[in-house]
């Protein structure tokens, strides 16, 4: 209590005593006198927008206990009939937009608004709602948003601001357009928001709830819990809410592995991220760095061939990538030559995986004994949102990682040491929810970028719609054609999943191109064959007819199986010719589509919007600059590819190889290892093996747009005619 001068008043008929300046609530509270509310909390300033806690205090209208000070004399009644007739009718008001049960009510059973509702009698609301509800907003990893549950007690705009000072959140609109908004009205994944956790905290209803996701504790054996307090010691934590901390600290425990122990295996899907906080670890790629060739020749009616490993030095393919460096899921890349790197205390690995739940890009091995924190991603999500450990990565990326990173690009190889040194502290590293557009076509160019992690979708608009152009990952790069040629963009960029990029601005770039005179003519080479690509792919898009095989995805396509039905018995010649050219693997399916009397079997398509490319942990699936889908030495066999081909048009291929024993120098084993295959038309000979097979003449490989469109012409022609 304050030293100063007190003052008396009566509420509810019992004299008190208090400190001037408080308000009528407190005088209450202070005296055990309850006054229900919404809007206030002690730790926060009081405002007043809820009303609820109104009291009447003989003067014209009632007032809110929360904001009005105590006077002299003053006689406060805070139950009688008409106060809480009033306050009745301030609750049904709420509850008329207030979705019930909201998520907390669910969760919980502790929404203080519903809780109000019930004391009140009060099942339903006899006002009208308003006609168009508000919506959720999902993309927050670690905070569901419901605005339909919101009240507008601004609690969680005042925790934000006054608390925890981020002022991230505000109002917005006017009237009953009013709502709460993130920075300037974006999604909150997409926000400054730290994911503090204080809104959720103050949040009286299911407006701001912890997010449950599938997994909530991770149960890996061995693992120890972390208390909160030794939550609360880590500087990755520091400032944010006690109570949210403890909601999540189920998804996050300590891990202990001894020397040799395999921490995380290439190809296994997981969906933790790991902190190392004592001792290093080893990360390789124990998969075979080579690819499937098929070799053989052709005799007779069919010829035998076989698939086999082969190194990128034995077999050199047309349009192959001469990178030198293996993109995977940890703050550094690995050496094409000798896929080996350590990592140390304070390194971040399996981001993506815990994130967008892709497989294990490498495997880790403790390399001395090691102690790490295993999370959860919306424990990691709340991390990577910490200004102190954004700051750390940040550090540790420009410092170790930088120059690897844009070594690891061709094209960028000549970099010297001084220039990238004069990088570090220059660059941006930016990180985008699904979903978020990165730039957009038609925006001035004014960076360049580097993807770090995940995927970006880059689409040009026309008027026939959006147009995919490229799927890139760690490692590629965008934003130099409008760069260049000192021009606005020409496509527009965006985070298919949880995407980081490195931010060079136009000036570094300038700068770069005008240092190393050969850099340039290499992105403008690479601009060159990217502008005449889309070029033409847009001009066949747009010089066929779009019909029925439009909605069968067969537009997709650049190369189709057709098998004419008139012609084919069904003798599975081609299907057989397929798997003896393939050990025994077959590549194609005498099932598909239809379309009039053809079936498109089942065999690659070479897709213009090519989903197989979609998340493989390491970059090993790419197009050639004819856009045919390649697969690189270093495909770790995950099957991700196979998964995401919505056709069924790719396959994994067993070999035989032999790999080190752990622990035992020296010593080798024969294990099964898969490698991804699709169709590659049988490139070495004259034409496919099923097309050579088929004894029928019903087994033809075609160009779609050119094939389908004189059908539909010829379509076209006989309905006029008749």
């Excluded at 490989?701 to 389908?708: L, T």
Aim: glycine share 6%.
């Amino acid at each position: 209590m304050s030293a100063g001068p007190m003052i008396d008043l009566t509420v509810d008929g019992k004299k008190v005593s208090v400190p001037a300046g408080t308000s009528v609530f407190d005088a209450a509270r202070l005296n055990n006198i309850a006054i229900p509310t919404l809007c206030h909390q002690q730790n926060e300033k009081p405002v007043g927008v809820c009303r609820v806690c109104v009291v009447d205090v003989g003067a014209r209208v009632f007032t809110a206990s929360c904001v009005r000070p105590a006077e002299p004399g003053m006689v406060v009644s805070t139950n009688s009939e008409r106060v809480k007739q009033a306050r009745k009718t301030l609750v049904e008001l709420l509850m008329t937009d207030h979705v019930s049960p909201c998520a907390r009510e669910r969760q919980s059973g502790d929404c203080e608004l519903e809780a109000l509702a019930k004391q009140n009698n009060l099942a339903h609301s006899r006002f009208a709602p308003q006609a168009t509800r508000r919506g959720v907003d999902d993309s927050s990893m670690s905070i569901g948003v419901d605005f339909d549950a919101c009240i507008l007690c601004d609690r969680c705009i005042r925790g934000c601001d006054e608390i925890r000072e981020n002022f991230v959140l505000g109002r917005m609109g006017k009237g009953e357009t009013t709502r709460i908004a993130f920075d300037n009205n974006v999604p909150m994944g997409e926000s400054s928001c730290v994911s503090c956790g204080e809104c959720m905290v103050s949040c009286p209803t299911g407006a701001l709830t912890n997010k449950v996701i599938n997994q909530t504790a991770i149960a890996a054996p061995g693992s120890e819990p972390v208390s909160l307090e030794e939550l609360n010691e880590l500087p990755f934590f520091e400032g944010v809410s006690g109570t949210f901390l403890s909601l999540n600290r189920n998804a996050v425990v300590r891990r202990r592995f001894k020397r040799g122990e395999v921490i995380c295996r290439e190809g296994e899907y997981g969906s933790t991220a790991f902190y190392i906080l004592e001792g290093e670890a080893r990360v390789s790629i124990a998969s075979p760095i080579a690819h499937v060739k098929t070799k053989g020749a052709v005799k007779r009616f069919l010829g035998k061939l076989s698939s086999r490993l082969t190194q990128r030095q034995s077999d050199v393919r047309d349009d192959e990538t001469d990178q030198h460096w293996i993109h995977i899921d940890a703050p550094m890349d690995l050496s094409y030559e000798n896929p080996v790197a350590t990592l140390k205390a304070g390194d971040l690995f399996g981001e993506m995986t815990c994130m967008s739940l892709y497989p294990r890009s490498a495997t880790v091995r403790a390399e001395t004994d090691c102690t790490m924190l295993e999370l959860l991603r919306n424990v990691l999500d709340i991390m990577q949102r910490n200004k102190n450990f954004r700051a750390q990565l940040d550090h540790s990326y420009r410092q170790r990682a930088l120059d690897s990173h844009l070594r690891a690009v061709p094209i960028f190889a000549e970099l010297t040491d001084e220039f990238i040194a004069g990088l570090r502290d220059k660059v941006e590293l930016l990180r985008f929810s699904p979903g978020q557009v990165i730039c957009r076509q038609g925006d001035h160019a004014d960076s360049f970028y580097l993807v770090r992690i995940g995927f970006v979708k880059v689409s040009q608009t026309h008027l026939g719609g959006d147009m995919v152009l490229a799927y890139l990952s760690r490692g590629d790069y965008f934003g130099e054609t409008g760069l260049l040629n000192g021009d606005v963009r020409t496509a527009t960029c965006s985070a298919l999943d949880h995407v980081e990029v490195v931010r060079i601005s136009a000036a570094d770039f300038a700068e770069m191109n005008r240092q190393f005179p050969e850099v340039r003519h290499q992105l403008e080479l690479v601009e060159r064959e990217r502008t005449q690509m889309n070029r033409e792919r847009l001009t066949a898009l747009s010089s066929t007819p779009l019909d029925s095989f439009l909605k069968q995805g067969l537009m997709e396509a650049q190369s189709l199986l057709l098998l004419d039905l008139d012609s084919c018995t069904r003798c599975d010649a081609c299907v057989r010719a397929c798997a003896d050219a393939h050990d025994g693997v077959t590549r194609l399916v005498r099932e598909g589509l239809r379309f009039d009397h053809y079936l498109v079997a089942t065999s690659c398509r070479q897709c213009l919007d090519p989903l197989c490319m979609v998340g493989c942990p390491v970059g090993s699936i790419r197009r050639r600059n004819s856009l045919e889908v390649i697969i690189e030495d270093w495909c770790i066999g995950c099957g991700l590819c196979a998964d995401n081909c919505p056709y069924g048009n790719i396959n994994m291929h067993p070999f035989n190889v032999f790999a080190d024993v752990p622990g035992s120098s020296g010593k080798k084993k024969a294990v099964v290892k898969q490698k991804a295959t699709s169709c590659d038309l049988c490139s070495e000979f004259a034409e496919p093996s099923c097309v050579y097979a088929c004894p029928h003449d019903a087994a033809h490989r075609v160009n779609p747009r050119q094939f389908f469109a004189g059908l539909l012409q010829q379509s076209a022609d006989k309905s006029l005619k008749d």
